[in-house]
Nanobody, 120 residues
Framework: QVQLVESGGGLVQAGGSLRLSCTAS????????MGWYRQAPGKQRELVAT???????NYAGSVKGRFNVSRDNAKNTVYLQMTSLKPEDTAVYYC??????????????WGQGTQVTVSS
């Protein structure tokens, strides 16, 4: 099995910055994609940013230019650098990892979530 450990959430004032990290460990043949989703109270979980094995990234329109997603393949870790935070960024942020097995079967894993709260 694969375990995901997230860190870096917290409380920050509007305009501030935070960096989230998520490290995958366990039975990993290779990682196809890593990224972040978020879920605010009363809302559906939504994509924030992802990065695939080749390095291509994808961002939600609401965070483009403010957030940066990156990964350290040697450490099986994905980061989310968040700047110019807004109150509407308040949510639980979840790490999402797509792992490839030795037979190229894709398995999806979610982290436990980390709270990000932005005060106005």
């Amino acid at each position: 099995q694969v375990q995901l450990v997230e860190s870096g959430g917290g409380l920050v004032q509007a305009g501030g910055s935070l960096r989230l990290s998520c490290t995958a460990s366990g039975r990993i043949f290779s990682i196809k994609a890593m990224g972040w989703y978020r879920q605010a109270p009363g809302k559906q979980r939504e994509l924030v940013a992802t990065v695939i094995s080749g390095g291509s990234t994808n961002y939600a329109g609401s965070v483009k230019g403010r957030f940066n997603v990156s990964r350290d393949n040697a450490k099986n870790t994905v980061y989310l650098q968040m700047t110019s935070l807004k109150p509407e960024d308040t949510a639980v942020y979840y790490c999402r990892v797509v792992v490839l097995t030795a037979t190229q079967f894709e398995v999806l894993y979610w982290g436990q979530g980390t709270q990000v709260t932005v005060s106005s």
